[in-house]
């Protein structure tokens, strides 16, 4: 018989790295499956050509080492009770997950901000500093557990499918660009591969073609404002400076940024004069331009689905209802006047569909359904398959979900283990 693995981990990405790491720590014999594909400016493409996607929206995914978090700003926040209560996930737990994970990842509380984004902290009580996490990447996390002897990384791998056997799972992967497939026995399953492609592995592998399941993401609006409170202020803003601010209530996140001159050029066409003098204004007044990063969260309905087709390809729908539109069209307006009165004057409202945060493949369901989750990341089909991304998220919270992520892929490593009859202290 071949090898067997205490635990194999699909992913390396923020997910993949903090679900294995306690795992490695407590001496477990545990491999990391993953694309592996050297990080570069042609990553999303090649992404592309590998996992077979149809969509009606713009899907970011990385096969990248270290997945998304290779590109990732470190921008982090914490979602209060309710919000991991709407997820399905035990907030005590997560709440003290936070803290461990603050530790690994060196977040900064208080992080340093410039002149602007000064400006927005003090405009109103509400708006407040973002915890951020500067250069972190899975990809450095892996390598430090690579000197580990008990944890094996195996990259340049696409998991196909796996089979219950009895007393362990069996899992396929192909090679990227060839078209050998690899048989790889594992105790216990652990998919970390993001949203999408963790229940695309579980549809393959459960036979569940054709089978509607939800999908979440979240649709960006970018106001683009003038800032007045800094409008005659010689001194120009310090760029390098990674100081971002933010507000969020029940029905929304903002996230103030500063925008990008070379996306912010496009703004010239909506300035009622020539070119010549609209250029020498646009210079004079982008210094001054912020960005309010508009997000709602985002709920399970009809409309927004994924299923995996016979011949392979995960067709993803995305469509909000009449209804929730109308609703956030409302709230804009209410943000637009709530911007205006901290001294903001909005100009334009840019809307788009590409996002990178996605969500419930395999919800968390007391009762299981034909294809779900316990609390705990287990999956109900399932006596050793776990999922610790998104995945099994009830809904999509407006705020950035990363370091949640983290924090409950640490808490479903911390789980697996019990099944080894260890207790991660």
């Known amino acids: ?22 795992l490695v720590e407590a001496g477990l014999k545990v491999a990391m499956i993953d694309g592996g594909l050297k990080n570069g ?29 290779e590109v990732w700003p470190g921008i982090c926040d914490f979602f209060n009770k309710k919000e991991l ?21 060196n ?94 592995i579980l549809l393959r592998s459960l036979n569940l073609y054709n089978f509607k399941t939800p999908f979440l993401t979240k649709k960006l609006y970018a106001i683009v404002c003038l800032n007045t409170r800094i409008l005659l202020m010689k001194k120009n803003t310090d760029n390098d400076k990674i100081g971002q601010v933010a507000m969020s209530n029940k029905d929304y996140f903002i996230q103030f940024y500063r925008g990008n001159p070379n996306a912010l050029k496009k703004a010239i066409l909506y300035i009622p004069l020539p070119e010549n003098h609209a250029s020498k204004l646009f210079s004079f007044i982008i210094p001054k331009i912020i960005i309010a990063d508009v997000r ?47 001294g903001f004057i909005p100009l334009k409202i840019i809307t788009n569909d590409v996002t990178s945060h996605y969500s419930n493949g395999v919800p968390i369901q007391v009762k299981p359904g034909k294809l779900s989750s316990d609390k705990y990341g287990k999956l109900h089909q399932s006596k050793r398959v776990y999922l610790a991304d998104s ?11 990363t370091l949640t992520i983290m924090a409950n892929a640490r808490r479903v490593g911390k789980h697996v283990l019990k099944n080894f009859k260890i207790n991660y202290d």
């Open 85 to 105: 209560t709407n997820l399905g996930l035990p907030p005590s737990e997560i709440l003290d997950e936070y803290k461990e994970i603050s530790n690994l990842i």
């Open 391 to 401: 995945s099994i998220w009830r809904m999509l919270p407006a705020k950035p979900p």
């Open 41 to 69: 400016d042609d990553i999303f493409e090649k992404t592309n050509q590998f996992l077979k996607i149809k969509s009606n929206i713009k899907i970011n995914q990385s096969l990248a080492k270290g997945g998304l978090s």
């Open 107 to 200: 977040l900064e509380l208080q992080p340093e901000l410039n002149i602007q984004t000064q400006s927005i902290l003090n405009a109103d009580k509400q708006v407040y500093r973002l915890p951020i996490t500067i250069s972190y990447h899975c990809s450095e996390v892996i390598e430090k557990m690579k000197k580990s002897k008990n944890f094996k990384y195996i990259p340049n791998h696409l998991v196909y499918k796996f089979k219950e056997e009895e007393g362990f799972l069996e899992l396929e992967s192909k090679l990227i660009n060839k078209s050998t497939v690899i048989k790889i026995k594992t105790k216990y399953l652990i998919l970390a591969a993001g949203a999408i492609n963790s229940t695309k």
């Open 296 to 342: 709602f969260p985002t709920f399970p309905s009809r409309e927004k689905f994924s299923f995996l087709t016979r011949n392979e390809i995960l067709e993803i729908s995305f469509h909000q209802t009449s209804k929730e539109i109308n609703i956030q069209k409302n709230k804009l307006n209410k943000i637009k006047k709530k911007l205006f009165s901290l």
């Open 1 to 22: 018989m071949k090898k067997i693995y205490d635990v194999v981990v699909v992913g390396s990405g923020p997910s993949g790295v903090h679900a294995a790491y306690p």
